[in-house]
């Protein structure tokens, strides 16, 4: 059994700035959602919420230097380096809570772009979609992919994924798709 450190999560939110706070509101409310409907634990599910942005209002050389010392630097984040929030807030949970659930960490890091390794984790299935398809995001799919999720994880998963993937190629990122079109192999996998 693991620990639960939703109270410790919950307090280190009390002096980020108030649209975080929200955010992450947004985002439990609608992980627990997915998480009854597809019978994912509730516990690990609003966990990984809560720590999802645990470091997601710093500055980019804060993300750097605590990527180095965590032993997390990524060339392809280097450009990016709010890439960096997710990874950094599951080590922080691993490091500081002494917290060890392997599917919850992979959630927690792998939150803004899921990897091939994470699309199949239904808490970073849910917790990946929470945090892109959170009420009030006003994106032009969201209703129709939320409601999707309802039926099914992975299916909206899959169409997230190939949504953000292009976005991003036509941004000119190149680094960031990578790992969302591997989700997506993963996914259409039979």
């Not at 509730?42 to 942005?53: Q, Y």
């Not at 010392?69 to 380096?81: A, I, K, T, V, W």
């Not at 209703?143 to 899959?158: F, G, H, K, N």
Request: glycine residues 4%; negative net charge; contains cysteine.
């Amino acid at each position: 059994m693991h620990s639960d450190i939703r109270p410790q999560l919950r307090k280190h939110y009390q002096n980020e700035p108030l649209k975080l706070r929200q955010h992450v509101e947004r985002v439990v409310a609608l992980a627990l959602e997915l998480a009854c409907v597809h019978s994912v634990d509730l516990v690990d599910v609003e966990t990984a919420a809560l720590g999802h942005d645990l470091f997601r209002s710093r500055s980019a050389e804060f993300y750097r230097q605590k990527a180095r010392e965590y032993g997390l630097s990524r060339p392809d984040y280097e450009e990016f380096p709010l890439m960096y929030h997710g990874p950094l807030a599951a080590a922080y949970m691993r490091e500081t809570f002494e917290y060890h659930h392997w599917p919850v960490l992979q959630a927690v890091a792998e939150h803004t772009n899921l990897s091939g390794q994470s699309a199949l984790n239904p808490i970073a299935q849910i917790l990946f979609l929470a945090d892109k398809l959170e009420p009030g995001k006003g994106k032009p799919y969201q209703d129709e992919l939320t409601a999707l999720a309802r039926q099914s994880l992975p299916v909206a998963v899959y169409q997230l994924c190939g949504l953000m993937a292009d976005y991003m190629a036509g941004q000119g990122s190149f680094a960031v798709p990578h790992d969302l079109l591997e989700a997506r192999q993963v996914l259409a996998a039979p």
